[in-house]
């Protein structure tokens, strides 16, 4: 997340060496201001990727791991990434100051983190946390890993799909339309 944040520095940042900012340092809106609005996430979500990548393949000299379905592991990690890069943006955007945006890793993303069936099946939990944790968009991502590494997960990885990408699609569009409207960038 923090690193969705930082990203803003690569819309935002000083440099303009193509020309695709205005004088306030934001986007140009030229074809619709597609390109450069989407910059922070060109880097980001194969940043993200890349960074898990290399801590499985670090964690393959301590312990044997199965991928029984690779595409879906592929799926959910660049989905994850685009989703959580776009928390991060939005973090990024709303915070005045690190402790704001530490707020936002504390009291959304970790909550729903520790609710989403990481260290158990979300089917050892009493009725109404379980039924909390199926409205709970981080159960899905972490349930689509969960089958695609180990083939055995608590709904059907098509309807963690169907979850996991409206979330991803609509927390990116929620970031970029921040970022076109200039929200709390603008001086």
């Known amino acids: 997340m923090w690193d969705g944040a930082r990203g803003l520095g690569d819309v935002t940042g000083p440099s303009d060496d193509r020309g695709l900012l205005d004088h306030d340092g934001l ?17 980001r979500i194969p940043k993200g990727v890349i960074v898990g ?13 199965d991928m029984v379905h690779p595409l879906w ?18 973090g990024g955007i709303w915070a005045d100051k ?3 945006l530490a707020g936002v890793q504390n009291f959304l993303v970790m909550p729903l983190t ?15 946390w379980e039924a ?36 991803s699609l609509a927390l990116c569009w929620i970031a970029l339309q921040l970022i076109r409207s200039g929200y709390k960038l603008r001086s």
């Open 27 to 43: 986007p140009r809106h030229g074809r619709r201001g597609a390109e450069p609005a989407g910059r922070p996430w060109g880097g």
């Open 53 to 65: 990548v290399g801590v499985l393949v670090v964690g393959l000299f301590f312990a044997h791991l």
């Open 114 to 128: 520790f609710l989403s069936g990481v260290f158990y099946s979300i089917h050892s939990l009493p009725p109404f």
């Open 98 to 100: 690190y402790d704001h």
């Open 73 to 90: 592991i592929l799926v959910f990690a660049v989905l994850s990434s685009a989703a959580f890069s776009a928390v991060g943006i939005v």
């Open 132 to 167: 909390v944790s199926n409205y709970n968009p981080v159960f899905f991502m972490i349930d689509g890993f969960r089958y695609g590494f180990h083939g055995v997960s608590d709904v059907s990885p098509w309807h963690s799909l169907a979850v996991v990408l409206p979330t």
